[in-house]
């Protein structure tokens, strides 16, 4: 089992611009849940791995 | 007019109302100077925590509030007649890292997504939108039902 508090993407909001470093979990719940900070929806094109960011 | 019955709420029926609202009035303090505005929350019953976003420029009163108080006060009502109720709570006010949410935090701020009172006029990339959590510190509720037959004039 992977590290679970590891960083292993980066989120970019596509409407405020907010960069965050999270992993699987945050990913999935950002997914759910949508941007904390200004809510919008949120797929999966929001995020990179940091290689690719 | 008459008021049937003013009773406190209990804490079941307190974290009925908050989760059943989303938005209320935060009120800050600086000195003697009152400020208020209206909120869109999210409310964690088993934390006992409200979570909301502020939106604000360099400039705005709202951030040399937010600079100078850390301990705020949320109100929230329903007017559902006839019974109105009404939640009061004190606590500690403390910023989020974005940097540091965890999933509860996405979760709650999930809850508070609709930005029912923050203008948000400009592009979003142009704006300050701060994430905030109130520790209630102490919180209270009551309801008050009018009279069914009492005639109004």
């Not at chain 1, 719940?29 to 941007?35: E, K, P, V």
């Amino acid at each position: 089992m992977s590290d679970p508090t590891s960083d292993e993407y980066v989120f970019e909001c596509p409407d405020c611009g907010e960069h965050i470093e999270v992993n699987a979990g945050m990913r999935e719940a950002l997914l759910a849940h949508g941007c904390p900070i200004c809510g919008t929806s949120v797929t999966e094109a929001a995020f990179s791995t940091p290689a690719q960011s | 007019m008459v008021l049937d019955q003013q009773t406190e709420m209990t804490r079941g029926e307190i974290a009925g109302l908050l989760g059943r609202k989303e938005t209320g009035v935060l009120s800050l303090a600086d000195a003697d100077e009152p400020y208020a505005i209206p909120i869109s929350y999210g409310y964690d019953p088993d934390a006992n925590r409200f979570y909301f976003r502020l939106v604000s420029t360099p400039e705005s009163e709202k951030r040399a509030f937010l600079s100078s108080t850390p301990r705020a006060r949320i109100v929230v009502y329903d007017e559902a007649e006839p019974v109105y109720r009404s939640v009061v709570a004190d606590g500690a006010l403390e910023r989020i890292d974005p940097d540091e949410m965890d999933v509860e935090h996405v979760v709650q701020y999930g809850n508070a997504r609709r930005p029912l009172f923050e203008i948000w006029g400009e592009s979003k990339r142009e704006l300050d939108i701060l994430l905030y959590q109130l520790d209630v510190e102490s919180i209270g509720g009551r309801k008050v039902e009018l009279d069914p037959d009492e005639e109004h004039d």
